[in-house]
């Protein structure tokens, strides 16, 4: 498979005068800029997710996976051994950490993050093989 620089050269090769280079090359360079500059803001959001979770206690991680499994505040409070109240504060912090308003949300945003972290290292663990 051919490098984008390589078939760039060979576009090059192939033109007649400055007049095509305008018309033909020069649109799919901006295109390739572009492309290139929307995958840089995708990793740039996906690490300032990761940062964003990388900010809850291990504590808090614990509360989120037991919303995630539709513990009510009371339910968790008994599990972990604190009180209700305790949970429904951790909550309003963790909201805060994350910039989210509901527990639905928090627990969609911390497992797409945790599914493009794992994602991210197997793509990376396969791309070494």
């Known amino acids: 498979m051919k490098s984008p620089l390589q078939l760039l050269f060979e576009a090059i090769d192939q033109l007649q005068d400055e007049q095509d280079m305008r018309s033909q090359v020069v649109p799919k360079i901006g295109e390739y800029f572009a492309a290139k500059r929307s995958g840089v803001f995708f990793f740039d959001q996906l690490l300032a997710d990761l940062i964003k979770s990388d900010r809850l206690t291990p504590r808090e991680l614990q509360i989120a996976e037991l919303v995630g ?4 505040n009371a339910q968790i409070g008994k599990e972990i051994w604190i009180t209700e109240n305790s949970v429904k504060q951790a909550l309003k ?17 911390l497992s797409a993050t945790k599914y493009h972290l794992s994602s991210v290292k197997n793509n990376a663990l396969f791309a070494e093989q």
């Open 93 to 109: 912090r963790m909201f805060r950490k994350l910039e989210v308003s509901s527990r639905a949300e928090m627990v969609a945003q």
């Open 69 to 72: 499994l539709g513990r009510t």
